[in-house]
Nanobody
Framework: QVQLVESGGGLVQAGGSLRLSCAAS????????MEWYRQTPGKQRELVAR???????NYADSVKGRFTISRDNAKKMMYLQMDSLKPEDTAVYYC??????????????WGQGTQVTVSS
C-alpha cells in the first residue's frame, strides 16, 4: 500500500508565496519521477513541474521562474516552492509519483490534492 499526501495549500494574496509538500509512505523500493499537477473546475489537469530521481527538473511555461520543485529521496518527500503567485495559479494541486514497490513492479500514484487560492 502506497500513499501520497499533500500539505501546505491555503489562501494567499497575489505576489505571495506558498510551499507545498508531498509525503510518500508505504511499501516503496524506489521513487522514480515525481510531479506536481493542478486542476481547476472544468479544465483538464495540467502538469506544473516534474523532477526525476537524480534531480533533473522541467516546468510548465506558465510557472517557469516562479515555482521551484525539489525532493528529498531519503525522506521520501517532494516540495513545490511557489513564489510571485498570481490569481491564475488558483487550483487544486496534486502530487504524483512513479513508484517501484517490488523488485519488478511499478505503478503511478496520486495524492488527494490540496487547494491553493490566490486572491487579487
Amino acid at each position: 500500500q502506497v500513499q501520497l499526501v499533500e500539505s501546505g495549500g491555503g489562501l494567499v494574496q497575489a505576489g505571495g508565496s506558498l510551499r507545498l509538500s508531498c509525503a510518500a509512505s508505504g511499501t516503496i523500493r524506489i521513487i522514480n519521477d515525481m510531479e506536481w499537477y493542478r486542476q481547476t473546475p472544468g479544465k483538464q489537469r495540467e502538469l506544473v513541474a516534474r523532477i526525476t530521481r537524480d534531480g533533473s527538473t522541467n516546468y510548465a511555461d506558465s510557472v517557469k521562474g516562479r515555482f521551484t520543485i525539489s525532493r528529498d529521496n531519503a525522506k521520501k518527500m517532494m516540495y513545490l516552492q511557489m513564489d510571485s503567485l498570481k490569481p491564475e495559479d488558483t487550483a487544486v494541486y496534486y502530487c504524483a509519483a512513479s513508484i517501484r514497490y517490488t523488485l519488478t513492479a511499478s505503478a503511478d500514484y496520486w495524492g488527494q490534492g490540496t487547494q491553493v487560492t490566490v486572491s487579487s
